[in-house]
């Protein structure tokens, strides 16, 4: 069974940092890309970084450019999020994804190019 699990949410103050995780797994699955997206209460699911290893290539939203840094292991099918300079408007549900076909350009962006899913984990930064 194909699976994606996230870890890493929290509580934290405006400013300071968090780590999340993630990791695909499953009987010959293989991503070719991961990112991570974000819901926060009465608002639609959003992009917020990703990475295509077919590619080589790290995306971001524009909300998070500078602040969040993407990383991963291809050959461990992991990816992390780490957070830094959070801000209250960061409050959300992460939700970590993967992608089994190769996507690249504007279809990282969207939620549709993307196979599984994680439960995902809160994240709630307060002022």
């Known amino acids: 069974q194909v699976q994606v699990v996230e870890s890493g949410g929290g509580l934290v103050q405006a400013g300071g940092s968090l780590r999340l995780s993630c990791a695909a797994s499953?009987?010959?699955?293989?991503?070719?890309?991961m990112g991570w997206f974000r819901q926060a209460p009465g608002k639609e699911r959003e992009f917020v970084a990703a990475v295509s290893w077919t590619v080589g290539y790290s995306y971001y939203a524009d909300s998070v450019k500078g602040r969040f840094t993407i990383s991963g292991d291809k050959a461990r099918n992991t990816v992390h999020l780490q957070m830094n300079s959070l801000k209250p408007e960061d409050t959300a549900v992460y939700y970590c994804?993967?992608?089994?076909?190769?996507?690249?350009?504007?279809?990282?962006?969207?939620?549709?190019?993307?196979?599984?899913w994680g439960q995902g984990t809160q994240v709630t930064v307060s002022s």
């Open positions: 994804a993967a992608a089994a076909n190769f996507i690249s350009g504007s279809a990282v962006y969207e939620k549709n190019s993307y196979n599984v």
């Open positions: 499953g009987r010959s699955f293989t991503p070719l890309a």
